[in-house]
């Protein structure tokens, strides 16, 4: 048989244990890994409940790996964005009675009257945007030719508009 195709990743760092992603999709891979370690978080766990938090993290756990394989930039930026909408759309699971609640034990009320969520949420939505601006570096485009733009701006934008839409849901 055929040995595996070697995957693009290298081997754990010797420091931290975290596995090394290619460097193209460095930034989008650590702010994948910060939505995870937010996704941990009791106070995110009491604002959209311990289910979605837990599915999120594993969505981006998911991704995660699958940028470790090879994905194609399409996909790459299928999977960001999807990562993004999922974020921003939980703004609709917060369950404000209980948030309240638990606000009051955390002493944040101030940010739940001002957005109707957690900071936590906040932060994951912070973290799967800036996914988002990662893909922007993505490809091989010189962006100071315009014809070099157009065709980023063409390959990415079917995967943005949807993103861009729903952002005003997070306006206080």
């Known amino acids: 048989p055929e040995p595996p195709t070697p995957r693009k990743h290298t081997a754990p760092c010797v420091i931290c244990g975290a596995i090394r992603y290619p460097m ?12 995870i370690r937010v996704c941990g978080s009791l106070r995110l766990a009491n604002c959209i409940g311990t289910e979605r938090a837990a599915a999120l993290e594993a969505q981006a756990r998911q991704v995660l790996e699958l940028l470790a394989d090879e994905v194609t930039l399409l996909q790459a930026m299928a999977l960001t964005c999807q990562v993004a909408l999922d974020c ?45 601006a990662g893909l922007l570096d993505l490809g091989h485009h010189d962006m100071n030719i315009p014809s070099h733009r157009y065709a980023k701006r ?12 729903d952002f005003d849901v997070i306006a206080p």
């Open 24 to 35: 193209e999709y460095g930034a989008i891979c650590e702010s994948l890994q910060g939505i």
């Open 88 to 132: 921003i759309g939980l703004t609709k699971a917060v369950d404000l009675e209980l948030a309240s609640q638990m606000m009051d034990c955390f002493d944040e009320e101030l940010a739940l009257t001002v957005w109707g969520f957690s900071v936590e949420l906040a932060q994951v939505i912070a973290l799967s945007l800036a996914a988002v």
């Open 154 to 165: 063409s390959m990415i934008a079917p995967y943005l508009e949807p993103v861009a839409v």
